[in-house]
């Protein structure tokens, strides 16, 4: 594992093998920015930004915003190295209304990078999402769209799961989310027997540099991490908070990990308890 080096850690005589530095192709983290005043948003930045890579500013608040404000939060984030994107409520409202275009060409105008492209509440079918994929990647946004059932009745085919996604892909879209739901079938409240291998199953017939894992609660992560690995990509709908025990876990020093650096250093025989990941 590469060497973070580029800048001087506290403690740095005590060894951690800290994962490589931004720009990464996995272990992405994604954030959702929900309706955050500037002066938070950068108090987090101050913090964090070397741990996240996405923020997600969520649903259809943004209408909300000033448009000063809004181009001034897309600034902010682009400052510390993060790529914002806008939730997929907004644009399924931009559909509705017959606004898909517009939409596009405002992005555009504000210096929005990317967007997500959802079917949670409008009846997309497949094609049609990917129509919509083009539109928006030939006019240079970057697209995330999103897979899954909100209220699925049976565990994800990773088959049927890849077909949509390839479609997608295809289509020109960088990243896919995999609906929080459909992660919730196969691990909540406990690991189902095989949902890590469904899940890895569908990671290497889309590439795991391609999908995120739609986590939003720390239970949700950590059973992630322990069953994918600390590279497996978590997001978008991560608050804020949440991430101060997310980088710890993914290196495993925290409680929920075992603190494994202690058992690294010292070896199995010389830790008095130890938590199975």
């Known amino acids: 594992m590469e060497w973070v080096s580029n800048m001087k850690y506290a403690f740095d005589f005590l060894q951690l093998d800290q994962r490589p530095s931004k720009p990464r192709k996995t272990g992405l983290t994604a954030v959702r920015d929900r309706m955050r005043g500037l002066g938070e948003q950068r108090e987090f930045l101050e913090t964090y930004a070397q741990f996240v890579d ?12 000033s448009e000063t404000f809004l181009v001034e939060k897309l600034k902010l984030y682009q400052e510390y190295n993060l790529l914002p994107f806008f939730g997929g409520i907004l644009f399924e409202n931009a559909v509705a209304q017959g606004k898909a275009d517009e939409l596009a060409a405002y992005l555009r105008d504000i210096g929005a990078p990317a967007i997500e492209i959802s079917n949670n509440i409008l009846d997309l079918g497949s094609a049609e999402m990917a129509s919509h994929i083009a539109s928006y990647s030939d006019v240079g946004i970057m697209v995330f769209v999103e897979w899954g059932e909100k209220y699925p009745t049976a565990p994800m085919d990773p088959k049927r799961a890849a077909e949509d996604i390839a479609l997608w892909t295809d289509a020109g879209a960088t990243y896919v989310i995999l609906e929080r739901s459909e992660i919730d ?19 290497k017939l889309v590439g795991s540099d391609v999908l995120i894992f739609e986590a939003e609660s720390q239970a949700q992560a950590v059973a992630l991490i322990r069953g994918l690995g ?30 494994l650096t202690i058992e690294g250093a010292a070896g199995r025989d010389g830790v008095r308890s130890r938590l199975e990941v």
């Open 54 to 65: 996405f923020a997600k500013i969520s649903n259809f608040a943004p209408r909300l915003y």
């Open 185 to 203: 079938q196969l691990l909540m409240p406990d690991v189902k027997p095989d949902g890590i291998e469904r899940m890895r199953d569908l990671a």
């Open 230 to 259: 600390r590279d497996v990509n978590l997001g978008p709908n991560i608050d804020f908070e949440l991430v101060k025990w997310l980088e710890p876990s993914r290196l495993g020093i925290s409680r929920e990990m075992g603190h």
